[in-house]
């Protein structure tokens, strides 16, 4: 079995339960792979603020990835790696929001954690939804709404949100757009707070900066350790994580993962282990013979 340098965790639904703690049993078997030299990473959906409280949980050291991988910052928060959607590629997606009935949500590069809303979408049944699911989980340090017409930022991802067929549409005015400043990929909704009706009846369009994704910050970090990416397992449990699945040297896929998602993942080393809320972790550490 390949010797395993550095360990990656994405966060919500794979390190956190759910009750978003990281369970005392993990939190050992974490403390005792960093004790023997094995090293520690995170790579999340969440801004650098909401991921902070877990770096310092477990004492991590090395460089982590954030906002679904646009960002990678060391401990204090200094920047390493980034990759935006440009000030016009942000118009194009407000655009495109308009036009297929979406409403959308800005994460700006500006200021790390920041989510953007417009303004005359405050108190729409969409934004109550996810203002609430966001209360619950606490993915950004700060909301603001601006009218829509003032959004002049970059951003490290726009999540268009709406009825299934309205995201459908938006994702083929996406793929239209003569000159692509993002690239697009059509997601179930999956959060803490959201009804079942909701999550059965809308989806979400993810706008990311064209070659960001979690695989990029992965391989950005573990270039910043001088680790090959053979040497690298990463654990994860939703469709943002495939491609920092696929990156690994050997991947880990939740037990609590959607059903289907382990065939979507082209990986000749893919675990299949248990759940977040279970043994899960502990179980996958002990097959990777590290714990």
Same mark, same amino acid.
């Not at 023997?36 to 477990?58: C, D, K, N, Q, W």
């Not at 309205?166 to 005015?173: D, I, P, R």
């Not at 690298?232 to 990156?247: C, K, R, S, T, Y």
């Given at each position: 079995?390949?010797? !395993?340098?550095?360990?990656?965790?994405?966060?919500?639904?794979?390190?956190?339960?759910?009750?978003?703690? +990281?369970?005392?049993?993990?939190? @050992?078997?974490?403390?005792?792979?960093?004790? %023997?030299?094995?090293?520690? =990473?995170?790579?999340?959906?969440?801004?650098?603020?909401?991921?902070?409280?877990? !770096?310092? &949980?477990?004492?991590?050291? =090395?460089?982590?990835?954030?906002?679904?991988?646009?960002?990678?910052?060391?401990? #204090?928060?200094?920047?390493?790696?980034?990759?935006?959607?440009?000030?016009?590629?942000?118009?194009?997606?407000?655009?495109?929001?308009?036009?297929?009935?979406?409403?959308?949500? @800005?994460?700006?590069?500006?200021?790390?954690g920041?989510?953007? @809303?417009? &303004?005359?979408?405050?108190?729409?049944?969409?934004?109550?939804?996810?203002?609430? *699911?966001?209360s619950?989980?606490?993915?950004?340090?700060?909301?603001r709404?601006?009218?829509?017409? $003032?959004?002049?930022?970059?951003?490290?991802g726009?999540?268009?949100?709406?009825?299934?067929?309205?995201?459908?549409?938006?994702?083929?005015?996406?793929?239209?757009?003569?000159? #692509?400043?993002?690239?697009?990929?059509?997601?179930p909704?999956?959060? =803490?707070?959201?009804?079942?009706?909701? &999550?059965?009846?809308?989806?979400? *369009?993810?706008?990311s900066?064209?070659? *960001?994704?979690?695989?990029?910050?992965?391989?950005?970090?573990?270039?910043?350790?001088?680790?090959?990416?053979? %040497?690298?397992?990463?654990?994860? $449990?939703?469709?943002? $994580?495939?491609?920092m699945?696929?990156?690994?040297? %050997? *991947? !880990?896929?939740?037990?609590?993962?959607?059903?289907?998602?382990?065939?979507? @993942?082209?990986?000749?080393?893919?675990?299949?282990?248990?759940?977040?809320?279970?043994?899960? +972790? !502990?179980?996958?550490?002990?097959?990777?013979?590290?714990?």
């Amino acid at each position: 079995m390949t010797e !395993i340098a550095l360990v990656a965790f994405d966060l919500d639904g794979t390190l956190l339960d759910s009750r978003k703690k +990281i369970r005392s049993e993990v939190k @050992i078997a974490l403390n005792e792979l960093q004790r %023997t030299g094995v090293m520690l =990473t995170l790579i999340t959906g969440r801004s650098f603020a909401a991921t902070l409280p877990f !770096i310092e &949980e477990l004492d991590i050291m =090395t460089p982590v990835g954030v906002v679904h991988g646009s960002f990678v910052r060391d401990k #204090q928060g200094l920047e390493i790696a980034k990759r935006v959607i440009p000030k016009p590629g942000v118009r194009d997606a407000l655009d495109i929001a308009e036009k297929s009935g979406c409403i959308p949500f @800005i994460v700006g590069s500006d200021h790390d954690g920041e989510l953007i @809303i417009c &303004e005359e979408h405050k108190g729409h049944p969409v934004v109550e939804t996810v203002l609430h *699911a966001e209360s619950d989980q606490v993915l950004f340090d700060e909301i603001r709404f601006i009218k829509c017409e $003032d959004i002049d930022l970059a951003s490290f991802g726009v999540y268009l949100v709406g009825m299934k067929d309205s995201v459908t549409e938006a994702l083929t005015l996406c793929d239209s757009l003569p000159v #692509q400043l993002f690239k697009s990929g059509l997601y179930p909704i999956h959060a =803490t707070g959201v009804s079942e009706e909701f &999550e059965n009846q809308s989806a979400v *369009a993810m706008l990311s900066p064209v070659g *960001a994704d979690k695989a990029f910050a992965l391989r950005e970090i573990a270039d910043c350790l001088g680790v090959g990416m053979e %040497t690298v397992a990463a654990f994860g $449990d939703w469709h943002n $994580d495939i491609p920092m699945l696929e990156a690994a040297g %050997t *991947a !880990i896929l939740m037990g609590n993962a959607p059903k289907g998602l382990y065939q979507k @993942i082209n990986h000749p080393n893919l675990l299949r282990t248990g759940p977040n809320d279970g043994s899960g +972790i !502990i179980e996958a550490l002990r097959k990777l013979g590290v714990y």
